[in-house]
Each structure stands twice: as structure tokens, then as C-alpha cells.
């Protein structure tokens, strides 16, 4: 059955059997991913799914069903279902169908130029990102990964209210993972591309960019504990960011899952730190002009110059906190509830290029990776104690690679004890964002 019609037939089924207002949700992706090794494909996977969700409000109560398959069984199932759940709901939460608003920013995040690649190119440049690391660098002895990827999507929202809207959106991707071995020790980099076409995947600078990273960690050694001036690069820094983005839910403070509860308009971070959720970045992978309840997305300051400005929310948290939506309530996947996300979330570049945080260093520690974040990192309480891998400063340059180090300490103190952001920031192959920071006396448990 088509879309439409089928739509069509599910309201007035809904409507039969008493629901007020209903919605659906609806997803169809596309996903193709090559991976080669030792100059053959070693795994080609081509996935569609395809899949639609069904909320209905009936005695003041939303109940929720989905289904993959568009026939008339289904029908009869997502009103059945979903009234079945509506009316087991033993809680007084308030839960809105909603109506749309008046305008919606036009984000651009599907590029023609990608549609119909044939699967020949894609195994070619996959293919030669291992060529150009063997050649590039002979110490090369095997790969963590080599691969790239294709991804389309389309999703939409259509309620009885009148809302009416629809996203597509596209995406290559690629990478490679080259292991250099010296002497009895292997060391791996990582060269990545996220690209709106073909030409932007350069397979020579993406095994430079891994062979460099690699060759960067020879010699790696450990350095005695204490608290140092530390440097955290723009790529830790959002693995850190990404672990502790939770606290910034306003559900989550609700459920009292976030320290940030009721502290809107208190300072929480350095003057230097300002934290954005930008849904409208330009060619971000966030980038979105509505949410999943079809509220219109917006910028805006979460920490501006050090304060809380406001908590994400949907419409839902927004109505318990007397507040407006943000724009933030996503889901998971088609079969799932309503919740909270960011968007392009990230912390604003300062003035201070990579160079010039090293100069006022002067001697210290540069961060560059994060180990165990799912297993040390509390993000509750914003505690964390890290494996960790960087480089020593010396005379405001790097100086030798560092590793077999822990790291400790708490996010909301780091984000307190920042004294200086970089100019670099970076989306490394994420909607989260972050040049490097400059901090003051992080605790490192070393030799």
C-alpha cells in the first residue's frame, strides 16, 4: 500500500475508535558500506530499512505502536496496539500532538552530487587508501580498518493537526586505519573524510593524515604523577563532550539524572566557555530544520560566557519545566518514544590558534585520546578517570609521545577550571564539536 493511502485509512481508523488527535512518524534509510583488506573487498553490506511509527491521544493519554510493513493488518494493529498502551498509562505527564509552527528554516543536508555513485568507484577508493599507506610508508604491516560508506535517509511527520513534514538527507564517508610496526611495537592513526561528493575523498591524503598519526606515537613512555598544565585537543575533547552531553537534557534533570537541575542562570563554566546547539550549522551532521515532533529547530547559547542559559527540551520536559521546546525532541529510531538530543552541539572557537595554546603552556601535558569513557566516566556526577595518550610540552612545542597515564577529575570542575579556547574547532566524524582547551592542573597518575 502507498504511503498516502495508507496514512489516510490509519486516521480514520484512529478516529473510529476515539482517539482526539494522531500522528505518524515514518522512516526509509538506505545504507552501503565496503570495507577492503590486504587489496580485496573484504565485506560489502547493503542494507534498507523501512519503518512507521503511530501515536494517538485518546482520554488525555498518548499510547505508541509502529510497524514495518504498510497493509491493512498493520492498520487495525498500530490503532489496537497504541490505544492498548494509551490507556494503560498510569502517570499524569502531559504529551502533546503537535501543530507545527509558522516557519521552518530551509537546512540543506542532501547533495545531488552523491546520488547514484556507482559501487565500482566506491570499492576503487577504498582500495587505494590502502595502496597509498603501503606506499606511502613501509612499515606498514596491517590495517584497524579500511573502508567507506554511503548513507541516505527520509523521514517525516503527519498529524491530524495538519503537520505535514518531510527531511532527506545524504552522506560518504571514509577512513582508514594504518598500523605502523617499529621494532617489537605497533602503532595505529586514523585518516577520515566526511564528504558531500566524490572528489572530496583524497584516499593519498587520508592514509598521509593516518601514517602521520601513527608515526606520531612512536616511542610513546610514561611521565611521573602530578598535576600539570594541560592542552585537550579538539578530537578529545569531544569524546569528552559526547560522554557528558546528557547533563544538558532538561529530562534528564527532571529525573534527577543531571547535576544542572534548577541551575538556570547560574555560572557553571569558565568565562571562556560558551556552548552552542546549532541545528542550522552549515553542512553539519546535525543539521535539521525541525525535530521529531515537528517543532521548528533554533540556535541557541545552552552556556554563554560561562552561564546556563537553558537546558534541551521537547515538548514534553518544556511543558513540566513552564518553559518553550527547543526544538530537542528527537527518538532514537521510528519505534521509539520521544526523547532529548543535541543537535550540532559544540563549544565555540576562541581567538587562540593550536600554536599559541602550546606557547602559554609552556611545559606541560597535550591530551590527545580518551580510553575506557563508557566505563570511567560517570555522567552523573561529571567524574571520570581515563587512560589517556598525548605528548609532552616543552619550550611551548610538542616534545615526546605519552601514554600508560590515567587521568582524573570532574567535568563540571573542567569546564570551570578552562583558561583558554583554541581557534581549531572540529567535527571529527560527529554532530559534537570543540577546538582545543587549555587547562589548569589536571591530576595524571602516571609512573
Same mark, same amino acid.
Given at each position: 500500500?502507498e504511503?498516502k @493511502?495508507f496514512?489516510?485509512?490509519l486516521?480514520?481508523e484512529?478516529?473510529?475508535?476515539?482517539?482526539?488527535?494522531?500522528?505518524?512518524?515514518?522512516?526509509?534509510? @538506505?545504507?552501503l558500506s565496503i570495507?577492503?583488506?590486504n587489496e580485496e573487498?573484504?565485506k560489502?553490506n547493503l542494507?534498507?530499512?523501512y519503518?512507521?511509527?503511530?501515536?494517538?491521544?485518546?482520554?488525555g493519554k498518548?499510547?505508541?505502536s509502529?510497524?514495518?510493513?504498510?497493509?491493512?493488518?498493520?492498520?487495525?494493529?498500530l490503532v489496537?496496539n497504541?490505544k492498548?498502551?494509551?490507556l494503560?498509562?498510569?502517570?499524569d505527564?502531559?504529551q502533546f500532538?503537535y501543530e507545527g509552527d509558522?516557519?521552518y528554516?530551509?537546512?540543506?543536508?542532501?547533495?545531488?552530487?552523491?546520488e547514484?555513485?556507482p559501487?565500482?568507484?566506491l570499492?576503487?577508493?577504498?582500495?587505494?587508501?590502502?595502496?597509498?599507506?603501503?606506499?606511502?610508508?613501509?612499515?606498514?604491516?596491517s590495517?584497524?580498518g579500511c573502508g567507506i560508506g554511503y548513507n541516505k535517509?527520509?523521514y517525516?511527520i503527519?498529524?491530524s493537526?495538519g503537520l505535514n513534514?518531510?527531511?532527506?538527507?545524504?552522506l560518504?564517508s571514509?577512513?582508514?586505519v594504518p598500523?605502523?610496526k617499529?621494532?617489537?611495537n605497533?602503532?595505529?592513526?586514523?585518516?577520515?573524510?566526511?564528504?558531500?561528493?566524490?572528489d572530496e575523498?583524497?584516499?593519498?591524503k587520508?592514509?598521509e593524515?593516518?601514517?602521520?598519526?601513527?608515526?606520531?606515537?612512536?616511542?610513546?613512555k610514561s611521565i611521573?604523577?602530578g598535576?600539570?598544565k594541560t592542552?585537550?585537543?579538539?578530537?578529545?575533547m569531544v569524546?569528552?563532550?559526547?560522554?557528558?552531553a546528557g547533563?544538558?537534557s532538561?529530562?534528564?534533570?527532571q529525573k534527577g539524572?543531571s547535576?544542572?537541575k534548577d541551575? @538556570?542562570?547560574?555560572?557553571i563554566?569558565?568565562?571562556k566557555v560558551t556552548?552552542l546547539?546549532?541545528?542550522h550549522?552549515e553542512?553539519?551532521?546535525?543539521?535539521?530544520s525541525?525535530d521529531d @515532533?515537528?517543532v521548528?529547530t533554533k540556535?541557541?547559547?545552552?552556556?554563554?560566557?560561562g552561564?546556563?542559559?537553558?537546558?534541551l527540551?521537547?515538548l514534553?520536559?518544556?511543558?513540566?519545566?513552564?518553559?518553550?521546546?527547543?526544538?530537542?525532541g528527537?527518538k532514537?529510531?521510528?519505534?521509539?518514544?520521544v526523547g532529548?538530543s543535541p543537535?550540532?552541539?559544540?563549544?565555540?572557537k576562541?581567538?587562540k590558534s593550536?600554536d599559541?595554546?602550546?606557547e602559554?603552556?609552556?611545559e606541560g601535558l597535550l591530551?590527545?585520546?580518551?580510553?575506557g569513557l563508557?566505563s570511567?566516566?560517570n555522567s552523573?556526577?561529571?567524574?571520570f578517570s581515563l587512560?589517556?595518550?598525548?605528548?609532552?610540552?616543552?619550550?611551548?612545542?610538542?616534545?615526546?609521545?605519552?601514554?600508560?597515564?590515567?587521568v582524573?577529575?570532574?567535568f563540571?570542575?573542567?569546564?570551570?577550571?578552562?583558561?583558554?579556547?583554541g581557534?581549531?574547532?572540529?567535527?571529527?566524524?560527529?554532530?559534537?564539536?570543540?577546538?582545543?582547551?587549555?587547562v589548569?592542573?589536571?591530576?595524571i597518575a602516571?609512573?
Amino acid at each position: 500500500m502507498e504511503l498516502k @493511502e495508507f496514512i489516510n485509512k490509519l486516521f480514520e481508523e484512529a478516529k473510529l475508535n476515539g482517539f482526539d488527535e494522531y500522528e505518524v512518524y515514518y522512516v526509509d534509510r @538506505e545504507s552501503l558500506s565496503i570495507n577492503v583488506y590486504n587489496e580485496e573487498v573484504e565485506k560489502y553490506n547493503l542494507t534498507t530499512s523501512y519503518g512507521l511509527s503511530f501515536r494517538g491521544k485518546i482520554n488525555g493519554k498518548i499510547g505508541y505502536s509502529y510497524t514495518e510493513i504498510l497493509d491493512e493488518d498493520a492498520i487495525k494493529m498500530l490503532v489496537r496496539n497504541s490505544k492498548q498502551s494509551a490507556l494503560a498509562i498510569e502517570n499524569d505527564d502531559v504529551q502533546f500532538i503537535y501543530e507545527g509552527d509558522k516557519d521552518y528554516v530551509e537546512v540543506n543536508s542532501y547533495y545531488k552530487d552523491l546520488e547514484n555513485i556507482p559501487a565500482d568507484k566506491l570499492i576503487e577508493l577504498a582500495l587505494s587508501m590502502e595502496k597509498e599507506s603501503k606506499e606511502l610508508d613501509s612499515r606498514v604491516s596491517s590495517f584497524g580498518g579500511c573502508g567507506i560508506g554511503y548513507n541516505k535517509s527520509k523521514y517525516g511527520i503527519i498529524n491530524s493537526k495538519g503537520l505535514n513534514l518531510e527531511n532527506k538527507s545524504n552522506l560518504l564517508s571514509a577512513y582508514v586505519v594504518p598500523i605502523i610496526k617499529e621494532g617489537e611495537n605497533m602503532h595505529d592513526g586514523m585518516g577520515y573524510a566526511i564528504a558531500k561528493s566524490l572528489d572530496e575523498v583524497n584516499p593519498k591524503k587520508l592514509a598521509e593524515d593516518g601514517i602521520n598519526e601513527a608515526i606520531s606515537r612512536i616511542g610513546g613512555k610514561s611521565i611521573p604523577s602530578g598535576k600539570y598544565k594541560t592542552i585537550i585537543n579538539n578530537e578529545a575533547m569531544v569524546s569528552l563532550l559526547s560522554t557528558f552531553a546528557g547533563v544538558f537534557s532538561g529530562d534528564a534533570a527532571q529525573k534527577g539524572l543531571s547535576l544542572l537541575k534548577d541551575k @538556570e542562570g547560574e555560572i557553571i563554566a569558565s568565562n571562556k566557555v560558551t556552548l552552542l546547539d546549532d541545528p542550522h550549522l552549515e553542512d553539519g551532521l546535525g543539521s535539521v530544520s525541525f525535530d521529531d @515532533e515537528g517543532v521548528a529547530t533554533k540556535k541557541k547559547n545552552i552556556i554563554h560566557e560561562g552561564k546556563l542559559i537553558t537546558l534541551l527540551h521537547n515538548l514534553k520536559t518544556a511543558y513540566k519545566g513552564n518553559t518553550k521546546s527547543t526544538g530537542n525532541g528527537f527518538k532514537a529510531s521510528y519505534a521509539s518514544s520521544v526523547g532529548v538530543s543535541p543537535t550540532n552541539f559544540y563549544i565555540q572557537k576562541g581567538s587562540k590558534s593550536f600554536d599559541e595554546l602550546l606557547e602559554e603552556v609552556g611545559e606541560g601535558l597535550l591530551i590527545t585520546e580518551f580510553a575506557g569513557l563508557h566505563s570511567g566516566a560517570n555522567s552523573i556526577t561529571g567524574d571520570f578517570s581515563l587512560a589517556t595518550k598525548g605528548f609532552y610540552i616543552k619550550d611551548g612545542k610538542k616534545d615526546f609521545p605519552v601514554e600508560q597515564i590515567t587521568v582524573a577529575g570532574n567535568f563540571f570542575d573542567l569546564l570551570k577550571n578552562i583558561v583558554e579556547v583554541g581557534s581549531d574547532l572540529k567535527f571529527p566524524m560527529s554532530s559534537v564539536g570543540s577546538p582545543s582547551i587549555r587547562v589548569e592542573g589536571l591530576s595524571i597518575a602516571g609512573k
